[in-house]
């Protein structure tokens, strides 16, 4: 893998906590506290290596159909990891924004959320995107409302500017964990270009190696943008 070359953007769909558990006769939610704990060691790693922008998959706006005691594990885990990210802030200078509609959100984590992406807003290095209650359609039917409101034209830079992602390249590559190949409504607009990573690897298996894999990948691809 060359250091030199890397990816601006990476996404990442953190699937497969709930197999992980299992195998290990755990419950779900100690495959999403894992987790949470590789989504830690892979962030620091992105930024350690140079990657500007990570984007990873929290939440989805369709999780809300899983049972009552999951989301809330979930939800606790977000709030655990963004004590935890503000106290680390000053060593870690990671800029940390959110993706999703998080009007629906308890209150507090609400807050948390705010304050953390204010906090961290003056860090430069390494810019961490979580999507929490996060759905692709989801953004661009917002967008277009917003367009249609205050009537501005229907363009791919007007859309672009009116994403959660506004102002940040799109993901060079999205990585999938878990086994499944499929996008799952995840940055839908974005994706556009992106080169697809696929792996049997289950997220919290997901090691700096495997991370490293998937760039050596991604810069073995021949990215043509439609032309030849
Ligand atoms: C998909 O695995 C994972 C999720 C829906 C939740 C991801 C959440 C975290 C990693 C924890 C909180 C996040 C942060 C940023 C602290 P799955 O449950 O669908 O796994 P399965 O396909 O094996 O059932």
Known sequence: MDFNN?????AIIMDGNGRWAKRRGL???SGHSAGAENFRTIATYCKDIGIQYLTVYAFSTENWRRPPEEVSTIMGLLDKYLHEAIERMERDR?????????SVLSPKLRALIERTAEISSQY???QVNICVNYGGRDEIIRAAKRLAETGVAFSEENFAGEMYSAGIPDPDMIIRPGGEMRISNFLLWQAAYSEL???DTLWPDFSKDELNKAIFSFQHRDRRFGGI
């Not at 890397?6 to 990476?10: E, Q, V």
């Not at 940390?96 to 998080?102: H, L, N």
């Open 6 to 10: 890397l990816p601006r953007h990476i």
């Open 197 to 199: 990573y696929f792996t």
């Open 124 to 126: 430069e290095g390494c």
């Open 27 to 29: 419950p779900r939610t």
């Open 94 to 102: 990671v800029k940390m924004k959110f993706f999703g509609d998080t």
